[in-house]
């Protein structure tokens, strides 16, 4: 008896890192044959667990949305004050966003609706960019799952599109969270800020590809400062590429040797390229363009005037 109730305790924490299993895995997991697995699902369904399943040799099981929170070990109070409490700090990193997805897939409606309710008027302070809750946790579930999502984009200058996209994992970077998956319609790796994400709905399954980098928080980062960075610049820093990232969390920085680097960097408008060199506290050499030589040319000369006697 105390082994069966181990194995039922083993299947439930299977189903919640992931919400489909076929037999098969489900077998090679619990090590038992597809009958015992068969009769522990039954198991399951009878204390209210609302397990789901497909036949055929391509078969599987699915948790379904649950009915009440005890599979949580929570009540619906506490439930509740989990996912709020989730959802304000998920910038702090990707286990957040792996505990909502749970919440979310076997939270009762009524309790879904009270957590968006509460979400929707609780402010969040700090430098970080808030983020639906509900969408997280879709997200966060489809990339645990391997399901495409469909969802609403608006881009840096507000414009909305509709996009279809293989999602492959969360990255938390910059203070705010990214979506790296394979857009669909676009047939390349995209970056998506979740934030901008709307109306996301989990779709059908898809074969796994291998990601866009070994690095997803450099390729985020990289992505993010290219496309923000209207005026750019390639600049020679005397401070290691190590160094400079430390001191400079932002950019693109390639090595020269071990005590200087290149550092791609940008920025909205040349001023504040230039701003952000001094920012760094190193030597620095500037080639160009122009626009970057003017705006350190005025600036130098508005901090020659302050410093006259």
């Known amino acids: 008896m105390l082994e069966t109730s ?59 949305a649950g009915a009440t929170v005890p599979p949580l070990l929570l009540d619906d109070e506490e439930a509740v004050a989990v996912a709020v409490g989730l959802g304000q700090i998920a910038w702090a990193g990707e286990a957040a966003a792996r505990a909502l997805g749970k919440l979310g897939q076997l939270m009762p409606g009524r309790l879904a609706g009270r957590v968006g309710a509460l979400q929707s008027v609780v402010v969040t302070a700090g ?34 599109s509709r996009r279809r996209v293989e999602p492959y994992r969360l990255v938390c970077a910059e203070r705010r969270w990214y979506l790296v998956g394979w857009d669909v319609d676009r047939e390349d790796w995209r970056t998506f800020r979740v934030d901008r994400v709307n109306g996301a709905e989990a779709g059908e399954r898809f074969a796994e590809r291998a990601g866009p980098a070994a690095d997803l928080g450099s ?3 990289e992505g993010y ?85």
């Open 6 to 64: 181990a194995r039922l305790l083993r299947l439930l924490s299977l189903f919640q890192r992931r919400r489909y299993w076929t037999g098969a895995g489900l077998s090679a997991e619990l090590g038992v044959t597809g009958r015992t697995v068969r009769r522990d699902v039954e198991k399951l369904r009878g204390l209210g667990y609302p397990v789901d399943s497909s036949p055929g040799t391509e078969g599987g099981y699915q948790m379904g």
């Open 225 to 309: 400062w290219r496309s923000l960075a209207t005026c750019r610049a390639r600049v020679r820093v005397a401070v290691s590429a190590e160094e400079a990232a430390r001191r400079y969390p932002g950019g693109v920085f390639e090595a020269i040797d071990e005590g200087a680097c290149y550092w791609e960097a940008g920025a909205a408008c040349w001023d504040k390229l230039a701003m952000q060199l001094g920012w760094m506290g190193a030597e620095f050499e500037v080639e160009g363009p122009e626009e970057l030589l003017g705006s350190l040319r005025r600036m130098r000369d508005r901090y020659g005037r302050a410093l006259k006697d």
């Open 127 to 160: 430098a970080a960019v808030a983020v639906d809750a509900r969408v997280l946790g879709v997200l966060a579930a489809a990339c645990r799952d391997v399901v495409g999502v469909r969802f609403r984009y608006s881009d840096h200058g507000g414009k909305v």
């Open 219 to 221: 390729f985020v980062r």
